[in-house]
C-alpha cells in the first residue's frame, strides 16, 4: 500500500467524523435550546404553584361548609382533594403542602387528615387513605 492511498483513506474518515461531530453539535445546540424553553416553563408553573397556594391560604372558607379548624393548612389540604383523582396518603399531602417530610410533620397532617374525617369533609376509604367526601350536586355548584 503506498503513502497517498492511505492519506486519501484518513482523509474521507476525517472528512465523516467531522460531519458526525458537526451533527452532534447542532443536536446538542437544538436540545440546550429546548432544555431552556423547558426550564422556563417550570420557573413559570413553580411561579403559579407559589401564587395560588398564597391565594389558597386567604381564601375564605365557603358559605354551607362546615366551619374548619383555624390554621392555614386546612384550606390548601382541601384544596389538594379538589385536584386529585384518586384517595391521597397523609405523605402525600405533607409534601403537597410543601412541609418537610419528617415524621412529626407527616403525623400532624395525618392528624389534621383525621379531623377533617370526623368533621365530614374527607373519607377515610382505606387504612391511611383518604379521599374528599362526595357531596350532593347542589352542594357542589354553590362552591363553584
Same mark, same amino acid.
Given at each position: ?10 482523509? +474521507? ?33 413553580? +411561579? ?27 384550606? #390548601? ?32 397532617? #395525618?392528624?389534621?387528615?383525621? #379531623? ?29
Amino acid at each position: 500500500m503506498n503513502i497517498q492511498s492511505l492519506l486519501d483513506a484518513l482523509g +474521507i474518515q476525517e472528512d465523516a467524523a467531522r460531519a458526525l461531530a458537526d451533527d452532534f453539535r447542532t443536536q446538542i445546540a437544538e436540545l440546550q435550546a429546548r432544555l431552556g424553553e423547558a426550564e422556563t416553563h417550570l420557573e413559570h408553573l413553580a +411561579i403559579t404553584r407559589k401564587t395560588v397556594t398564597t391565594l389558597a391560604d386567604r381564601v375564605p372558607v365557603q358559605a354551607g361548609s362546615p366551619d374548619l379548624p383555624e390554621h392555614p393548612d386546612y384550606p #390548601r389540604i382541601l384544596a389538594r382533594f379538589n385536584e386529585a383523582t384518586g384517595p391521597l396518603r397523609a405523605r402525600e399531602v405533607c409534601q403537597a403542602l410543601d412541609h418537610e417530610l419528617l415524621p412529626k410533620n407527616i403525623e400532624g397532617t #395525618r392528624a389534621k387528615l383525621k #379531623r377533617l374525617v370526623k368533621l365530614d369533609i374527607l373519607a377515610e376509604v382505606d387504612t391511611g387513605s383518604f379521599t374528599r367526601k362526595q357531596q350532593p350536586a347542589e352542594h357542589y355548584d354553590q362552591q363553584l
